[in-house]
């Protein structure tokens, strides 16, 4: 029985550290140099960055099957995560998968999410994604503000468009 809580602790210990590594790692999303005076859409930077041809606002990107790429629930490197219309966001918004840290976390690059004091339109590399749905398909999302040192509000996602159409 000792031995089982040992054990038991040693992996929540390893998570923990996990955990504030990743946090620690990716606190601070890089935003990359481009020209100054560019202005990059969510979809232009999905689309050019994951290969997926789709157009639209980036919340439509759900609905249109006759595309035929495959969609689904679960996060995988150069998927696209889709955020439903919600508040400000009226044209949704879309970040390509670039890393799974783990079952509940992903690292995404995306355009035009602008963080307080920012000017909108930039690009911005390994974002830090935690899905907060209950049943863990990633159907809610909360993403990292690294100036306040914690997740902003919940964000409603519809799932991942895959780059590989179907065959």
Known sequence: ME??????GAALLRKI??????LATFAVPATVPRDAEASYT????ARSFSGIEIYGDAW??????????K?????????????????????????????QVSDRDILINHANWALPGERKGQIRESHLVRDVSKAG???AVRVW????QAFGRVYPTYGFIY???RV
């Open 3 to 8: 031995d089982n809580r040992k054990l038991w």
């Open 17 to 22: 550290l996990w955990t504030a590594i990743v």
């Open 42 to 45: 969510c979809v232009q930077y």
């Open 60 to 69: 439509t990107w759900w609905h249109q099957k006759k595309t035929g790429y």
């Open 71 to 99: 969609r689904g629930q679960t996060p995988t490197d150069g998927a696209v995560l889709v955020f439903k219309r919600s508040g400000k966001m009226i044209f949704g918004h879309v970040g390509v998968v670039v890393h």
């Open 137 to 139: 398909d990633w159907s």
């Open 145 to 148: 503000y690294p100036d306040r």
């Open 163 to 165: 780059p590989s159409r």
